[in-house]
């Protein structure tokens, strides 16, 4: 039975995998952490919960010791802008957290989970369908953290034989936890912001393609990494993987199908601009489908039904 500890469980990825982790391995065996409680928060109220600051390294073993764990997953991490308006708290937090985690899971033989991003390419790579393996000179901090991050989690794979395994996510879009500090956030936020007011000014200008996902496909994709069959995996901590991609006004169309009086203009964020004109504008998953079956179910039309509904259903922009 697996026992798993969640770093940043609630985030905008924990507190979802966390619930489908308990669903499926049970309650007790998923504990969640963070760096702060949400008192009557589902995370904390359905199984064990934990405060750790992930840049704490002994308060980490003792809760992995405590609750006998096997399995640790590691989301505890700044975004992107963030990263770029705080990069030494990023660095500190994004790699100390990460090595932290890593010797915990060296010292207790777990097996490893980590995500890295489409943040992890940079301006030299190849822009679209960009290969599993190119060129990775990212200019950004968050980039830099998440290039060092999946050569880390190789050579704990390769030194010390931890079973480390990691995708590189596209933007993740979600109704349930709002992400923070992202800059394909402002593909989530016009989901809310349609609903409350009919309008949305994007910060990210006409014309900028990114890949990106629904959350759904994302916590099955984690699961279904970390249940795949080791032996076949080949690239272990960085594979691309990705559901769709698209512009700003293709986001903005499809909601006008749902909303007809829908409108969106732009004031563009030159910091968040220029993080995004640095990553692609699409990759190829077809690594992470050889090598693990991983298979997107949301289009850019289903996740706007659900998104608008799940939203609605929310109470998001009732009168
Ligand atoms: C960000 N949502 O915007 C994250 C993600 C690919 C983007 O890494 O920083």
Request: with cysteine; aromatic share 8%.
């Amino acid at each position: 039975m697996k026992k798993i500890l969640v770093t940043g469980a609630l985030g905008q990825i924990g507190s979802e995998l966390v619930m489908k982790m308990r669903e499926i391995y049970g309650n007790d065996n998923v504990i969640a952490t963070d760096l702060r409680k949400l008192e009557g928060n589902p995370v904390v109220m359905n199984g064990p919960f934990e405060l750790l600051d992930v840049t704490d390294h002994k308060t980490m073993l003792e809760l992995a010791k405590k609750y006998e764990i096997d399995t640790l997953v590691h989301l505890a991490a700044l975004l992107s802008a963030t990263a770029e308006a705080k990069p030494l708290l990023a660095w500190n937090l994004n790699m100390g957290g990460l090595v932290n985690a890593l010797e915990v899971a060296r010292e207790l033989n777990c097996q490893f989970f980590t995500p890295s991003s489409i943040g992890a390419f940079g301006p030299s790579t190849p822009k679209d369908n960009t290969p599993q393996d190119t060129i990775q000179r990212p200019t950004t901090m968050y980039g830099v953290n998440k290039v060092a991050g999946e050569l880390l989690c190789d050579y704990y794979f390769k030194k010390f034989g931890v079973d480390t395994r990691g995708v590189r996510f596209p933007g993740l879009i979600s109704y349930e936890v709002l992400p923070g500090g992202g800059t394909t956030d402002y593909a989530v936020d016009i989901y809310y912001e349609a609903l409350k007011s009919g309008k949305y000014t994007s910060f990210i200008g006409e014309g900028t393609k990114m890949d990106m996902m629904y959350m759904p496909d994302a916590i099955n994709a984690i699961i279904k990494i970390m249940e795949a069959d080791g032996s076949k995996l080949i690239h272990r901590n960085a594979f691309n993987i990705t559901a769709m991609s698209f512009e700003p006004e293709e986001i903005a169309a499809e909601i006008k199908k749902h909303i007809p009086g829908f409108i969106m203009d732009y004031n563009v964020d030159p910091i968040r601009q220029g993080i995004a004109n640095s990553w692609p504008n699409s990759i190829d998953p077809t690594c992470a489908k050889n090598e693990w079956g991983f298979k997107a179910e949301y289009d850019l039309a289903k996740m706007t039904t659900d998104m608008l509904e799940k939203l609605s259903a929310k109470g998001i922009g009732a009168k």
